[in-house]
């Protein structure tokens, strides 16, 4: 669709095509180890070493699900062997690649709906920052949001060209994509939406219909058959309390502080609701899409990113229309087109000042293909995510074999390093492995508020991996029935008294 925006010179072009790039690069660059990472290494261990496929637990020694239903397996396979043939730098790759590949995709749809090459890029201006949290240190998400631009990009050039042969390229992708993250369902629900969009533009739908049946199908091609649908289905019913992803943007507000993913977010809302009321809803697709996506984004936080996807895939168009399509000027339009302005500001600000912060870090820091494990807050004083390197060499060193009661965050990278000699009693797979009676009685221990003595006494710890100082420090310090053996700067050591 042709508007009368004039196109950019093809220096200016190219100029600005660099700059996205670079602010693209900037935002993926990380070096740090993510938690979830060391779960995946330890299932791809365990595919190859041990007999048969991992369908029950074997790291932990507190009880969990009779069956282990691990919808990130293939990409436990993949990752641990890319680390077994290349080192970090393969999985780091990957990501950088998952990351670039996504936003090539995001730009040839928006060119595709026949936004300008300037309006196309606008997203990354506006929203570049978006990549450093929906592709931190590898997490599997990373294919989820690559496969959700993939899926607009075909979806879009099916629909503008009416070819819906080109659908049938979609049951091979949510194959893979079932096998890879448990964030398929998106998916399909990009599907539905498309088309109920064309059921409401009183538009051909029926080829959507029967492309998302196959797909359907499709998503049972996995070693857990429908069970994956079962788990996927008990873990959305059931997200995991106090865990920042799964808490609604007001929630994170209010109890992790503000940050540069929320703002950039509610930016994004105002930004695409305004354009949707701007164009009076002509986008009927689009409309559906933003506004579920943004509902999506409210509820859970993990689900922020996909608004962003569809707003840098269809809003750069709409921009275009807006700003200089052949329309009636009032002045109730140049109020909307003000607000609309004003909410593109403040994303483009929180761009910027995030990429004023970052860029120095990136060009410090050290090899961007490596994973760091961080044996001290980046921050000292803060919160921030680090690993008890030097408490695991203590115990590596020591040749201690037995179970360990550690934080959740630790529990993967610990299993990775001293498994089989050791156990964990908890790590992150929370709702994939541990029924919820257990779930609940580790947050109480963790709190040590009312009740947090059930789960050190019901379990049999060998020996206890906590955070240097606050209230659980304190409340093991005073423990009758425990010693410390270990202490550094960050972390300490607790073991029973007459243990190993």
Known sequence: METNAAAMPRPAALG????????????????????????????GRMFFNESGFPCRDLLAYTPTHPDWVFHEWLAGVVLYRLLE???????????????????????????RRGATVLHSLS??????????????AFRALCFTYFFFALLIFVLETARLNENFRRLWILPLIMAFWANLHGGFPA???LIVLYAAGRFWEGRRYSPYLKVLAVCALATLINPYGLGLWTAIAGHLAEPQAGVR????????????GRSYDLLIFLACV?????????????DKVFTLICLTTAFLGMVHHRHMPFLVLAAGAYGPFLLQEVCCGEKRKTKARACAMLFVLLFALAMAACNIKYFVLKTPIVIKGGNPLALNTPWEPYAPGTDALFYPVHAVDYLETAGFSGNILPYATWGGYI??????????????RFETVYPKKVRD?????????????????????????IYRGGALHKAMSKEPGWREIYKDANTVIFSRKGGR
């Open 16 to 43: 600005l095509s660099i700059l996205s790039a670079v602010l693209v690069l900037i935002a993926l660059t990380d070096a740090f180890a993510e938690p979830d990472l060391w779960g995946y290494l330890n299932f």
């Open 85 to 111: 043939a290349t080192g970090p730098a393969g999985i780091q790759v990957l990501k950088y690649t998952l990351g670039c590949l996504t936003a090539l995709l995001l730009f040839l749809a928006s060119r």
């Open 123 to 136: 997203f990354f201006l506006m929203g570049g920052a978006f990549f450093s949290w929906a592709f931190p």
């Open 187 to 189: 998916g399909l629900g």
């Open 245 to 256: 992803e799964w808490v609604s943007v007001p929630g994170a507000w209010v109890h992790f």
């Open 270 to 282: 105002g930004f695409t609701v305004g354009m949707l009321v701007l164009s009076r809803f002509k």
């Open 415 to 428: 299993s990775w390093r001293l498994y089989p000699r050791c156990k964990v009693a908890m790590d992150l």
């Open 441 to 465: 009685e580790y947050f109480r221990f963790l709190q040590a508020g009312a009740g947090w003595r059930d789960f050190l006494v019901r379990y049999p710890h060998d020996i206890v991996l």
